[in-house]
């Protein structure tokens, strides 16, 4: 999904090989060059702040620009860096983040230190761009000339609002032919409020107007409120794993000091580290004496894994315990799909793979499981759609591994009403994952589903279109807006599961292109669910039941049901395939016997190429599942199985 | 005889249209050839000889009497032994035929395809209808009781009517044997690419089913046996050269193109080899000059690749895989020790596909129409 931008960003820190010149790691001989005093930036002269934006608004192209008028980067750089791109953040557009970086820069004559914390820019982590946000007073809101408010600009803005951030209104890509920052100004002031006077109209691209953004950062975002004397208070905004140092945590102090030796308390494990090596971004690692209340910077303090090292964790020196920041809690996923290798014999090569990847993102949860008809494999929880298809794409591009990826389902809940089954669990709310789980309606008083708060911005002329495809949704209209004279903003209620598999390629394909979503977790509702099998024969293929919302059964049965017509072969004897409820049968297909099958032309070829064609199907019939004396080639479980992707 | 005059919309055969054929030098090369392999085959005695290819009507009688003799003089053969020329109506009048009977010639295969103008058309043939019969008439005249002809059906836009319309046609005109074949559209060929590209409709499976299971039922009832899945011959006419083929017996293959199943005694082997003489004639020419023969390839089978292939050509004859013919592949383990075992045959004989019983293994009548979907279990038993 191209919803979004930056996504990649928070897991995409990879070996050196990958990075941009500015980014790799610095040779060891530059280390040993003197440490930066960082007590020389008080509280006062500190500004952190983000930079948020849609999807090719130009948020990286901003933050290279501002690197660069502080000397944090050097100008010839620049055109190397659309090289050195991540193959999976050049097709989607999203740019490897500039990570965060200590800007030093004098203004009127005052020595600041300004801290550009990057968030990952998808609601998939909205969780952890809160967590970002939370380290910083104020953000910049990229919007772009020409395609003016997008879905990503509004949950943005909303996350930088609720957080009380100072918020520095940016039209960009003024340089373009048609650019048209007036109606964006006024797109800004109806939708969030900002008077049309305060936006800096910018060419990010060209410099142009970029020196006044940074000098609002300084006038507009505050300093941060915190005390150099106070105990040590250290967020966690992000992690990643260095093979050969561990996990490298980046903090914002929000007060007292660190240093090396520094004994360190993990608020969320109760672990206790020495601190090994405290710095600042540059957005290489770059390492100081001490790090101060206010200040951003990184930590390393002999963490084995990143899950020890998680977003929004408070950090403290032993013994001297202080108040949580608050907000914490662990990556939550929302987004389920079986990963099997396509090959069995390749299940060790993907395992480790899948090892290497999780190791810088810890939000994907990974769990062994297996399928009859697919082998083994894992079930992945992801914390959305992008996320999964990133972590995808990597896995294809960067460890050459081709997967089967099953379709994505969603964590439903059950209130269970059965007290046996309410002792089995130890409690009355469980989560479900696996039809297999489903209680059945006699047990539970209450299954839920998963909601999410979608936002859609798009030119009026498709309204019609998209009102049709959410109420098809079974989504609840919230907003309707015209955010200027022809473009429309629209809020809708989804159930999660109805936007996992297709919504987005379809809210696309019938705007031309020009809709716009994004969404946020909006908590779970009650759902009339049930579980639908399919039977071969009257046989249940286990690895084909579903969880799905009564009121879709029909249509989703019906549609299972054709395709597996067309993906299993004729056979010797007629084959019902149908789609069940219970005991009730919802849809049917019947798959006719083989009347005729035999090549009725053989004498003057050679056998030669018959045989080989039959040695394969032979080969091809072992491998085949077994329902009842249907032979299921694996194949075919794929076919229905697999996400569509390109529909 | 690799060269065609015109190559058809169905055909993905290994035969080339060429101006002029130097007939006289790829005679040479065949009685060349034919004399190499015999030697290597160490070749005692021939049972029966087929002309097949473009068709070698095209050629002239002398160049066919030229390799019975090479034949002759390299070994025995018997004066009954079958020779079989494929012809087609097109290239086939009364002297003409004299001329191959002459040859040494003594069965005819005749490519008629369908009794139908439009039909034939459609199929890219060279003659109609009306020569087709004519054809036939001066083919039985001369080898009365040895003339087969060929049929197709399952063409484009054909009816199961149409179908059973030309059958009777056929079953007015024909001698003792007919070779039915559903048409094959084969990757390459003109048809093919029309059906792809939707300008001819492709036949519906079931259809196809239907006009099989007209053929077999019309042809039985006239009196014929459906002695392999596309054959059907009564009084006895069956063909021995193709029997021999569906029996695994040895052959050896000659021309450009040609495959063969034979162990090269005459060059030390001691097992059965799957062989394929270079398709371009050109290169094949040049080859039987240098070196006496063409071939390009040889594979060895192995023993299990030989049960294979006697399973897969056995079970398309209504005889099927005799434990005699079973004994002589595999001596060492009986065909009841292998399929007789519960496993995958036993389950297609409760199902009334497969029979194995006193006389050997054999498909059912209902099986016979569906064996390709057999030979896959059968072949998953064999291996184990």
Request: hydrophobic share 40%.
């Amino acid at each position: 999904m191209a919803v979004a931008g930056r996504t990649a960003a928070r897991w995409a820190r990879l070996p050196p090989l990958w990075l941009p010149p500015w980014l790799s790691p610095r040779p060891y001989s530059s280390r040993a060059k003197e440490k930066k005093d960082m007590s020389v930036y008080p509280v006062e002269s500190i500004r952190n702040f983000s930079i948020i934006a849609h999807v090719d608004h130009g948020k990286s192209t901003l933050a290279d620009r501002l690197l660069e008028i502080t000397g944090t980067i050097s100008k010839t750089d620049r055109n190397k860096q659309v090289l050195d791109k991540l193959q999976v953040e050049r097709e989607r557009g999203i740019t490897v983040k500039a990570q965060s970086a200590s800007l030093f820069y004098n203004h009127e004559g005052i020595n600041y230190l300004l801290n550009l914390i990057d968030t990952p820019g998808h609601v998939d982590f909205s969780y952890e761009v809160s967590r970002s946000l939370s380290a910083c007073q104020g953000v910049i809101l990229v919007v772009d000339a020409n395609e003016g408010i997008q879905a990503q600009t509004v949950a943005n803005f909303y996350l930088a609002f609720e957080a009380q951030l100072s918020i520095i209104p940016v039209i960009n890509k003024i340089d373009l032919k048609n650019a048209d920052p007036e109606r964006v100004e006024k797109q800004i002031e109806k939708l969030f409020d900002i008077p049309t006077d305060e936006c800096i109209r910018i060419s990010a691209k060209q410099g142009t107007n970029v020196e006044k953004v940074l000098q609002k950062v300084i006038e507009k975002i505050p300093p941060p409120q915190c005390n150099t004397a106070d105990p040590l208070k250290a967020l966690v905004f992000d992690s990643t794993f260095d093979h050969y140092r561990g996990v490298i945590a980046n903090v914002a102090l929000f007060g007292g000091e660190i240093a090396k030796g520094n004994k360190i308390v993990s608020a969320h494990t109760k672990k206790r580290y020495e601190v090994n090596e405290v710095g600042i971004l540059t957005p290489n690692e770059q390492p100081t004496h001490k790090l101060y209340a206010g200040q951003v910077g990184y930590l390393v303090a002999g963490m084995k894994e990143v899950t020890e090292a998680q977003i929004g964790d408070t950090l403290f020196l032993y013994k001297q315990p202080v108040e949580p920041l608050p907000g914490f809690k662990s990556a939550k996923p929302m987004v389920f799909a079986g990963m099997y290798p396509v090959d069995q014999t390749e299940y060790n090569n993907l395992k480790s793979a899948l090892e290497r990847l999780t190791l810088n993102d810890s939000s994907v949860t990974v769990h062994r499981d297996s399928s009859l008809a697919l082998g083994a494999g894992w079930r992945l929880g992801f914390l959305g759609l992008l996320h999964m298809e990133v972590f995808n794409q990597r896995l294809e591009q960067e460890y050459n591994m081709s997967v089967i990826l099953t379709a994505p389902t969603v964590p439903y809940k059950a209130v269970l009403s059965s007290p046996k089954l309410i002792k089995e669990h130890g409690k009355d709310e469980i989560t479900i994952i696996n039809p297999a789980q489903f209680p059945d309606k006699f047990s539970v008083s209450e299954y839920l589903e998963p909601t999410v708060l979608g936002t859609i911005v798009t030119p009026h002329e498709y309204i019609g279109k998209i009102i049709a495809l959410c109420q098809d949704r079974r989504a609840v209209q919230k907003d309707m807006l015209y955010i200027d004279e022809n473009r429309v903003m629209l809020k809708y209620l989804f159930p999660l599961n109805e936007i996992v598999l297709d919504f987005y390629d379809a809210l696309k394909s019938l705007s031309s292109g020009y809709a716009s979503f994004d969404y946020e977790d909006a908590g779970y509702q009650a759902a009339d669910l049930i579980k639908m099998d399919i039977l071969l024969n009257g046989n249940p293929v286990e690895e084909l039941s579903s969880i799905i919302h009564h009121d879709k059964a029909y249509a989703t049965g019906k549609l299972l049901c054709e395709r597996l017509k067309e993906a299993i072969p004729r056979q010797l004897f007629e084959i019902a395939i149908q789609a069940a409820i219970g005991k009730k049968i919802i849809a049917r297909e019947t798959l006719k016997a083989y009347r005729k099958n035999v090549v009725a032309k053989c004498y003057g070829g050679d056998i030669t190429r018959k045989m080989k064609l039959l040695k394969r199907q032979a080969e091809s019939k072992k491998l085949m599942r077994k329902i009842g004396n249907v032979d299921v080639p694996r194949d075919a479980f794929i076919r229905v199985l697999k996400r569509e992707t390109d529909k | 005889w690799p060269y065609c005059r015109k190559r058809c919309s169905y055909c993905n055969f290994n035969t080339y249209v060429v101006p002029a054929v130097d007939e006289a030098a790829v005679g040479a090369c065949l009685v060349r050839e034919a004399r190499t392999l015999l030697h290597l085959g160490q070749v005692q005695s021939v049972t029966s000889v087929f002309f097949g290819g473009g068709p070698p009507s095209l050629a002239s009688p002398g160049s066919v009497a030229a390799v019975l003799e090479a034949v002759a003089g390299a070994a025995h053969l018997p004066a009954g032994a079958e020779v079989t020329l494929e012809a087609n109506p097109s290239s086939t009048d009364t002297p003409r035929l004299a001329g191959f009977r002459a040859a040494g010639v003594n069965r005819l295969s005749l490519g008629v395809q369908s009794l139908d103008d439009a039909e034939l058309r459609l199929l890219g043939r060279e003659h109609t209808a009306a020569e087709a019969r004519r054809a036939v008439e001066a083919a039985r005249g001369l080898f009365p009781g040895r003339t087969s002809i060929d049929l197709l059906f399952g063409l484009p836009g054909q009816s199961r009517d149409a179908w059973a319309q030309g059958l009777e046609a056929a079953l007015g005109l024909c001698d003792d044997h007919i070779s039915l074949y559903q048409l094959t559209l084969e990757r390459g060929t003109a048809l093919a690419a029309q059906v792809r590209g939707g300008t001819l409709p492709s036949p519906p499976q079931d259809l196809l089913a239907d006009m099989y299971h007209t053929a077999r039922t019309v042809l039985v009832a006239a009196g014929f046996r459906h002695y392999e899945v596309s054959n059907f011959a009564r009084k006895g006419a069956l063909s021995i050269h193709n029997l021999s083929y569906w029996r695994a017996d040895q052959y050896i293959g000659v021309g450009p193109g040609a495959h063969g199943r034979f162990v090269p005694w005459g060059e030390g082997g001691r097992r059965r080899e799957a062989r394929v003489q270079t398709p371009e004639p050109v290169a094949w020419m040049r080859e039987v000059q240098s070196q006496g023969h063409g071939t390009r390839s040889r594979v060895v089978l192995s023993p299990l690749e030989q049960l294979e292939e006697l399973l897969t050509l056995g079970l398309r004859t209504d005889e099927g895989i005799t434990h005699e013919r079973w004994g002589h592949f595999c001596p060492q383990l009986s065909l009841r020790a292998v399929f007789g075992a519960p496993g995958e045959a036993q389950a297609l004989q409760e199902q009334g596909w497969l029979l194995l019983d006193g006389s050997g293994l054999r498909c059912t009548w209902a099986g016979l129409a569906v064996l390709d979907s057999l030979l896959p279990d059968l072949l998953c038993q064999l291996q184990r």
